[in-house]
Nanobody
Framework: QVQLLESGGGLVRPGGSLKLSCAAS????????MGWYRQAPGKQREMLAM???????TYTNAVKGRFTISIDSAENTVSLQMSSLKPEDTAVYYC??????????????????WGQGTLVTVSS
């Protein structure tokens, strides 16, 4: 099975920067898109940014202009560079991947996978 391994979470002061990374591994697959979500205490999970295999990004307004998503298709890795961090950015951040799993006969099956989450705390 495919697994997503996240890294980069931790404690950062307001106005600071942090970079999250997520690598997909396990078996044969091709990436359709990868992205980042977060869930703050007492709130619903929200999408932050998504990026296609070809590098086309989409951002939610909450992070547009502050966060940058990138993908390394050769390594099946997605990163989220976060800057100008605010206390309201404090949340558990989750990596997500939409994958095509090759099947016999040239067909694919769709698979969505999630990382385990990594905590980002923005506090002075």
């Amino acid at each position: 099975q495919v697994q997503l391994l996240e890294s980069g979470g931790g404690l950062v002061r307001p106005g600071g920067s942090l970079k999250l990374s997520c690598a997909a591994s396990g078996g044969d697959f091709s990436v359709i898109a990868m992205g980042w979500y977060r869930q703050a205490p007492g709130k619903q999970r929200e999408m932050l940014a998504m990026i296609t295999r070809g590098g086309s990004p989409t951002y939610t307004n909450a992070v547009k202009g502050r966060f940058t998503i990138s993908i390394d298709s050769a390594e099946n890795t997605v990163s989220l560079q976060m800057s100008s961090l605010k206390p309201e950015d404090t949340a558990v951040y989750y990596c997500n991947a939409d994958l095509n799993i090759p099947q016999s006969g040239g067909d694919f099956r769709y698979l969505e996978v999630w990382g385990q989450g990594t905590l980002v705390t923005v506090s002075s």
